[in-house]
């Protein structure tokens, strides 16, 4: 371990999407049709996110491509290469998802497994969203204590899988005529599959760009907030842990609609209101300078939310105009965990950034209020 605080840098990055890239009038085909019918509120749904494609990692049937674990693995081997290393270099591992492939064991395990990684340091996340942040800062600081030389922060998600009929079949999550609850069916039609990564270095590499990693800041704020996007409780017990599925049974929990991903969507509006919150007192300490941003990668769920962010945000001082804005929501969907290294991953092949300039990335997350934060310099 060095006595002195190093500098970091991303060096490599990658990402995975699987399978075919999917159009709005294929998403049943492969998710399925609760009750053998259409969703009824899938068309709004697409409507209101303005997602346009994006990947899954199953067929038609139902039959999985990949695992979560090996598009992550996917996506770390992508990275190393990107950044000149090969596996045997990785001396520590972070991983993220919202729901892995396990129960029990955690999810770096298992990445670590599919890449053949011999003995290093794995950490697994398992969050929302923001959970790549949390990796990314594992991986951050290990590398610029000196405890690493490189490290890898991934982030996966198999979504799909949680959203195919059986899930919802004959469950508290469908009325009489067979149609599923709002707060479950939204997400089918807003959440994808695929997984992301990046490299980290005490060095920039060598011949190419690099991203000099500034700082890392996660703030959570569950402790003013029920979960607000969950698995595992229902609705209207989702605040108490001793309602959870693991108390009742799995298949008591399954009957009660329990077991899949639910939004509440009025408690959304005002959990958006308090990651602005936290954007504007990190502009009133200083620690974010609007006019110094030059490029601004912000994770949101669905162009509705992103004009919501926008809407509350341009009469202020935190304001970063929109043409410095840069999303892959439309092409690839909302891959969740993974959707900023998906997005920084095709914003460095784009061609857009030119060293000396700052790239802010934003997740904020619903799971439970949170939002995380990430300022970079290209060299």
Known sequence: MSDVLRDVFVTGTGAVLPGERVGNDRMEDFIGRVGGRPSAVGRRA????????RHYALTPDGAPLHSNASMCAGAVQAA?????????DLQHLGAATTQGDYLVPGHASAV??????????????QSVCASALMAAKGAW????????????????????????????EGTALTDGRGRVRMEADFLRFTLS????????????????????????????????????????????????????????????????????LLQDF??????????????LAKVDAGRIAPDQVDHLLCH????????????LLENTAAMIPEEKWFTTLPESGNVGSASIWVMLDAFLKSGRGRPGETVL???????????????LEIV
């Not at 670590?112 to 996340?125: H, M, T």
């Not at 600081?141 to 919802?168: K, Q």
């Not at 700082?215 to 704020?221: F, R």
Request: proline residues 4%.
């Open 300 to 311: 949101y769920s669905a162009r509705s939310l992103r004009a919501e962010i926008v809407g």
């Open 266 to 279: 009025d408690l959304l509006k005002i959990v958006i209101r308090a990651w602005i919150g936290v954007w």
């Open 141 to 168: 600081l290990t590398v610029r204590a000196g405890e690493a030389d490189v490290a890898a922060a991934c982030a996966g998600e198999f979504s799909s899988r949680w959203f195919r009929p059986e899930f919802y």
């Open 80 to 88: 190393l290469d990107d950044a000149g290393l090969g596996i045997s």
């Open 46 to 53: 697409l409507r209101w996110n303005g997602i346009e494609g």
């Open 193 to 260: 599959d695929g997984a992301g990564a990046v490299v980290m270095e005490p060095r920039p590499r060598p011949g190419g760009r690099s991203l000099k990693v500034r700082w890392i800041d996660m703030t959570s704020l569950a402790g003013r907030f029920d979960p607000c996007m969950w698995a595992g409780s229902t609705f209207a017990d989702r605040a108490d842990l001793k309602s959870a599925w693991s108390h009742a049974g799995p298949t008591a929990a399954h009957a009660a609609g329990a077991m899949a």
């Open 112 to 125: 670590q497994a599919e890449l053949g990684a011999a003995a290093l340091e794995a950490v697994s996340y």
């Open 361 to 375: 990335c934003i997740v904020p997350e619903s799971g439970r209020a949170m939002i995380g934060f990430m300022l």
